[in-house]
């Protein structure tokens, strides 16, 4: 797969992701929000909870289950840059805490798509 189209699968994922997430009631805050060199994919909120969800995807030929490819570095760095993202926003006192989520996106050849959503998941 070529670079371009691996990066619009992504785009296309993360679109999904926070679609499914205004479904269930959450504000997107913001899709690749950076904090210094650190990126999380999609921050929302619902109620008193700041979400920061790492989506994933992965083509059909795989190795592993897009879930499966959050490794501790990575599960590492999205923590770090959570963290970041809570001291800047710490002054809004409705906010009560952070949430680590995960989503995989699956698409059918048909342009279709799958959401696998975990709350919590690390």
Known sequence: MDAKRRERDARGAERAVAAELIRSGWAILGVNVRAGRLEMDVVARGGPVLGIVEVRTRGPRSWT??????DYAKRRRIRRAGERLWRRLRADESLERVRFDAASVRFDPDGDFCVEYVRGAF
């Not at 289950?65 to 959050?70: D, E, F, V």
């Open 65 to 70: 289950r897009p879930l499966g490819s959050i």
